[in-house]
């Protein structure tokens, strides 16, 4: 985590392709992002996303698990 947060961590992900918002300060990001303010996530809710049990079932079918 300390690497993450760090100036080194923030401008590695600030120049990536994962479009990832860097926190740190002095952090300019290479690609064009939208101002936090301007987003508008869809809202959802923990209980939205379920219990875990049908990724669980599909790698157990696999045999991943």
Do not use: C, R, W
């Not at 101002?35 to 996530?41: G, S």
């Not at 990724?55 to 157990?60: A, F, M, N, T, Y």
């Amino acid at each position: 985590m300390a690497f993450l947060v760090s100036k080194e961590g923030q401008e590695i992900l600030a120049h990536s392709h994962s479009y990832e918002y860097p926190l740190g300060s002095g952090a300019q990001s290479a690609q064009p992002l939208k101002p936090f303010d301007e987003l508008a996530p869809a809202p959802i809710t923990i209980s939205d996303l379920g219990n875990g049990s049908a990724p669980l079932e599909l790698e157990q079918k696999l045999g991943l698990l």
